[in-house]
Nanobody
Framework: QVQLMESGGGLVQAGGSLRLSCAASGSIFRINAMKWYRQAPGQQRELVAAITSGGTTNYADSVKGRFTASRDNAKNTMYLQMNSLKPEDTAVYYC?????????????WGQGTLVTVSS
């Protein structure tokens, strides 16, 4: 069994910062790509940031220069530092991890954490 536990969401004023965490636990052999998605009400889920096992990152144009993804491989944890937040960043944020257990490959999702940015 593999679990992803997200934390760090909340309510913040525009211009503020939040840091999201996503910790993977269970029978994990290796974690490959780790990604953050978000879904605003009435909208499709979109990819926000991705980070490879080697630390290479990619970001959606809408968050470049404001969000920073990082990971701690020893802790099987991924982070998303969000600065200069805007009301349009309001969404449920989900982590997505491509990993291998000792039995098979798995594409795991977190339960989501709500980020609300007030104007």
């Amino acid at each position: 069994q593999v679990q992803l536990m997200e934390s760090g969401g909340g309510l913040v004023q525009a211009g503020g910062s939040l840091r999201l965490s996503c910790a993977a636990s269970g029978s994990i052999f290796r974690i490959n790509a780790m990604k953050w998605y978000r879904q605003a009400p009435g909208q499709q889920r979109e990819l926000v940031a991705a980070i490879t096992s080697g630390g290479t990152t990619n970001y959606a144009d809408s968050v470049k220069g404001r969000f920073t993804a990082s990971r701690d491989n020893a802790k099987n944890t991924m982070y998303l530092q969000m600065n200069s937040l805007k009301p349009e960043d309001t969404a449920v944020y989900y982590c997505n991890v491509a990993l291998q257990t000792y039995a098979r490959g798995l594409d795991a999702w977190g339960q989501g954490t709500l980020v609300t940015v007030s104007s």
